[in-house]
């Protein structure tokens, strides 16, 4: 459901929106702010939707000694007191088609994500990779992490997923998500997201010569065994 919802205010959202500006490189992170320290910068909310917000570390949401990233910083993201509070930024990736359009372009997607206690108050990380007709052409995500993952503990969870990038992918989507499931205030935590992108790696002249010389004993024992067979 929370997911039909993110797809739905995509939609609405990439007809009025920029692309973002900022360079894309391998191997840095390309999603802005996703540590939450530039307060909500880089985010911005769906239409009629609330935006998530930035707070600090503390006895109201999250204490520094509880789980959660052991590099963080002073803030992490929560949600508002809505029932949905959701920020996206969409990223222009048109630059690396070529390097795209080879299928090998990994990407890592990482981020810790959590709630309160035994509440289900949950976040999501969603990726779209859209193609240049602005259609979604593949997916990645993160989340939700369930009370029961954290042990009905309050706390952020590291959690992340890899790929590949789809072919003809122009622009990247992200979309965090906070879901309200009890009380009055959105729960829903997130905190050092990232996404990188990196070119498969070329194998080691060793690791062409180990191929080589497997191929070369196929052909041989395949040779061997049409000789066996003609006899």
Request: charged share 15%; hydrophobic share 45%; net charge negative.
């Amino acid at each position: 459901m929370k997911i039909s919802l993110i797809r739905a205010a995509a939609a609405l959202s990439l007809v009025a929106c920029s692309l973002g500006a900022h360079a894309v490189d391998f191997g840095s992170n390309l999603i802005i702010n996703g540590n939450a320290e530039a307060d909500v910068s880089g985010w911005t909310a769906f239409d009629g939707v609330d935006l998530f917000q930035s707070v600090d570390y503390g006895s109201n949401w999250v204490l520094p000694s509880q789980p959660g990233p052991v590099d963080r910083g002073s803030k992490m993201f929560a949600g508002q007191s809505s029932a949905f509070s959701v920020g996206y930024q969409l990223l222009d990736v048109s630059a690396l088609t070529t390097a795209f359009a080879k299928g090998t372009t990994a990407f890592d997607l990482s981020g810790y994500l959590g709630g309160w206690t035994s509440q289900g108050d949950n976040a999501l990380l969603y990726v779209s990779f859209m193609d240049v007709a602005n259609q979604e052409i593949g997916s990645a995500q993160l989340g939700p992490v369930t009370p029961a993952d954290r042990g009905n503990s309050t706390g952020l969870l590291f959690r992340e997923t890899h790929g590949f990038v789809p072919v003809n992918t122009t622009q990247i989507q992200f979309a965090l998500s906070m879901e309200r499931m009890a009380s009055n205030d959105n729960d829903g935590y997130a905190d050092n997201l990232s996404f990188t992108v990196s070119a498969a790696p070329v194998p080691e002249p060793e690791t062409f010569a180990m191929l080589l010389a497997g191929l070369g004993l196929v052909g041989a024992i395949a040779r061997r065994r049409n000789k066996t067979t003609s006899a």
